[in-house]
């Protein structure tokens, strides 16, 4: 369930004659996705995205969402800009919410890639690292290194309900990754930060959509790269690496922006601190989220599972 907010047939007719879209003609609550409420919106021209930015949001980000959206698109890559109204305003407010009306793409987000079709996400994805050398703007990460350890002790004992022993291996993994992080040296750039299969709309082994682009933020280049690993190249439970995704993966960003040695060497180091970051939001809401809530709560353990794999690779390394 993606749908927080509802909007009423009046209310989101007057809202799309501020643009230049046509008439409405039908509008249906989009089910995927957790974070923002969205709409698929067909009217007399065409075919649209409105989403209404919830609480995970802040309003205050979106200007900087909107404008790497634009910037990448202008470079002719595939991903969803907003619309500007005929005022020239893309950032609107519907229903008490900060809200967008946003280009629809074409595709579907997949459950289970081939490696043909990792391997053009993970193009795509270098080219989206070539597209932002000249994009100007700037955010910290709010879910980067620094946010980590608060997370974690926000989360507290409670880790241990969720798995017993979680709260000592966890914080065990977080002092070593938090050492060993690479503090300068590497790349930084407009990262997506979140590029898991459900925010990648392909047809066949063509990437028409990376979406989803709202933990957007400045930081390793390369980090962008292990969170997009951990993210595809295991099994739902990640207790099963499919290393022909991981390779996969690897060599469609090589396609493009071939790694150094530095970041080869960081790689696992990199992919651990994702796990962490996953494990720690998911671990969170699980605990903040009541079992019957709407939202399906994702499990934390199984980016425990993956960051065991590799620490492992750290340590034979
Ligand atoms: N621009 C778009 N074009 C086509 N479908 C989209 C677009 N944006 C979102 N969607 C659809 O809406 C779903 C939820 O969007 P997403 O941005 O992932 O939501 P959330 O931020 O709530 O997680 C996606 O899985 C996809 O099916
Ligand atoms: N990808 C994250 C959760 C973020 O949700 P999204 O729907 O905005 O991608 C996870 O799987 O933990």
Redesign the pocket.
Same mark, same amino acid.
């Given at each position: 369930m993606?749908v927080y907010t509802q909007v009423p047939a009046e209310s989101l007719a007057a809202f799309l004659a501020r643009y230049d879209v046509g008439e409405l003609v039908s509008a249906k609550g989009?089910a995927?996705?957790?974070?923002?409420?969205?709409y698929?919106v067909d009217t007399t021209r065409g075919r649209f995205?409105l989403?209404l930015y919830?609480k995970r949001?802040d309003a205050g980000d979106l200007p900087y969402f909107m404008s790497l959206l634009a910037h990448l698109d202008a470079k002719g890559l595939p991903v969803?800009p907003a619309i500007p109204d005929r005022a020239g305003v893309a950032i609107q407010e519907l229903e008490g919410r900060p809200a967008c009306l /946003?280009?629809?793409?074409?595709?579907?987000?997949l459950s289970h890639p081939t490696p043909g079709q990792a391997e053009a996400a993970a193009r795509a994805m270098a080219d989206m690292h070539l597209a932002v050398a000249d994009f100007g703007e700037d955010r910290p990460n709010s879910m980067g290194i620094e946010s980590w350890r608060p997370l974690f002790e926000r989360c507290g004992a409670s880790l241990d309900d969720i798995a017993p022993g979680l709260d000592a291996e966890l914080g065990a993994a977080l002092d070593r990754v938090l050492a060993a992080w690479p503090r300068d040296g590497f790349d930084r750039c407009a990262i997506h930060a979140d590029l898991f299969p459900?925010?990648v709309?392909m047809l066949g082994e063509q990437v028409t959509?990376l /979406?989803?682009f709202?933990f957007a933020s400045t930081d390793i280049r390369i980090y962008d790269l292990a969170i997009m690993h951990s993210a595809w190249s295991f099994g739902a439970t990640g207790a099963e690496y499919h290393h022909e995704i991981g390779d996969a993966l690897l060599r469609g960003y090589e396609s493009r922006f071939p790694l150094s040695d530095a970041e080869r060497a960081a790689f696992p180091l990199l992919a651990s601190g994702a796990c962490i970051r996953f494990a720690l939001s998911r671990a969170f809401d699980w605990i903040n989220t009541p079992a019957d809530a709407l939202v399906t709560r994702k499990d934390p353990l199984a980016y425990v599972r993956r960051l065991r794999h590799y620490e492992a690779m750290s340590h034979s390394a």
């Open positions: 993606a989009i995927e996705g957790v974070e923002n409420s969205n698929l995205i989403t919830e949001v969803p /946003i280009k629809f793409l074409s595709g579907v987000s459900d925010n709309l959509g /979406i989803d709202y």
